[in-house]
């Protein structure tokens, strides 16, 4: 199985006055040969995470995963051969987008002190129908920070 975890840089911008005015930080460029080999995302959402709550423990079967958590930090965990790997992304996380491949159980745990902003770029798209979302069983990992 091939999981992904890409750092994303952060770069300052500037007005014409050269005064610094924010920051971009690319998330998907088509370009970019660190993405998932033939991955093409289908959808771009936003989902949210309360703070002290969790998204999952669950899997999709028919659609991969690809979020990076743009406000706020998460911790991804995923269960692989009965093994928990953690993986984080956020503003203290360098804004790490993380591969999520179909059939793989997961969670994402809300770290911060505020909601979490996540973009995911699934593929295929989500839809309100599409009934892809299986519990999975985490009861023995320990969610504390």
Not at 7 to 36: A, C, M, Q, R
Not at 109 to 118: G, K, P, R, T, Y
């Amino acid at each position: 199985m091939k999981l992904l975890v890409k750092k994303n840089s952060k770069h300052k911008t500037y007005d014409y006055e050269k005064n610094e005015n924010g920051f971009l930080v690319p998330i998907y460029n088509v370009n970019d040969l660190n993405n998932p080999k033939g991955y093409s995302p289908k959808q771009v959402y936003l989902t949210t995470i309360k703070i002290g709550k969790i998204k999952g423990p669950h899997l999709h079967y028919k659609r991969d995963g690809y979020f990076t958590c743009i406000k706020g930090n998460v911790r991804v965990i995923l269960k692989i051969d009965n093994k928990y790997e953690e993986f984080f992304s956020g503003e203290n996380h360098d804004y790490s987008s993380v591969f999520i491949p179909k059939g793989t159980p997961a969670a994402i745990q809300n770290i911060s002190n505020e909601d979490a902003f996540l973009l995911n770029m699934p593929s295929p798209a989500w839809t309100k129908d599409m009934n892809d979302e299986y519990s999975a069983d985490f009861s023995d990992f320990d969610y504390k920070i």
